[in-house]
C-alpha cells in the first residue's frame, strides 16, 4: 500500500507564498498521476494541480500563474508552491495519488492554508 503525508499549510496574508509538501512511503513505484485537491468548508472537494510520472502538469483556471506543482519520484515527494495568496485559497489541501491500474487512488490526512490578514 502507499501512505502519504501533507505538510506545510498554515496561516498567511494576502499576497503571501506557502510551500506545501507531500511525502509518499510504502510501494511507491505504482504511484502513476500524483494531484493536489482542496476543500473549502461548504464547498464540494476540487483538483487543484496534477503532475504526470513524466511531469507533465495541469491546473485549476483559478491557480494558474499563481501555483506551481513539481515532484521529484527518487524522493516520492511532491509540492505546491503557492504564491500570490487570496483568501479564497483558504481550504484543505489534500495529497492524491493514482495507482496502477485496478488500484485506484490514496488520499493523504490533509493540511490546512489559511489566507487572512
Known amino acids: 500500500q502507499v501512505q502519504l503525508v501533507e505538510s506545510g499549510g498554515g496561516l498567511v496574508q494576502p499576497g503571501g507564498s506557502l510551500r506545501l509538501s507531500c511525502v509518499a512511503s510504502?510501494?511507491?513505484?505504482?504511484?502513476?498521476?500524483m494531484n493536489w485537491y482542496r476543500q473549502a468548508p461548504g464547498k464540494e472537494r476540487e483538483l487543484v494541480a496534477t503532475?504526470?510520472?513524466?511531469?507533465?502538469?495541469d491546473y485549476a483556471d483559478s491557480v494558474k500563474g499563481r501555483f506551481a506543482i513539481s515532484r521529484d519520484n527518487a524522493k516520492s515527494t511532491m509540492w505546491l508552491q503557492m504564491n500570490s495568496l487570496k483568501p479564497e485559497d483558504t481550504a484543505r489541501y489534500y495529497c492524491?495519488?493514482?495507482?496502477?491500474?485496478?488500484?485506484?487512488?490514496?488520499w493523504g490526512q490533509g493540511t490546512q492554508v489559511t489566507v487572512s490578514s
Open positions: 503532475i504526470s510520472s513524466d511531469g507533465r502538469t
Open positions: 492524491n495519488v493514482d495507482l496502477q491500474w485496478p488500484l485506484g487512488k490514496r
Open positions: 510504502g510501494n511507491v513505484f505504482i504511484i502513476n498521476t
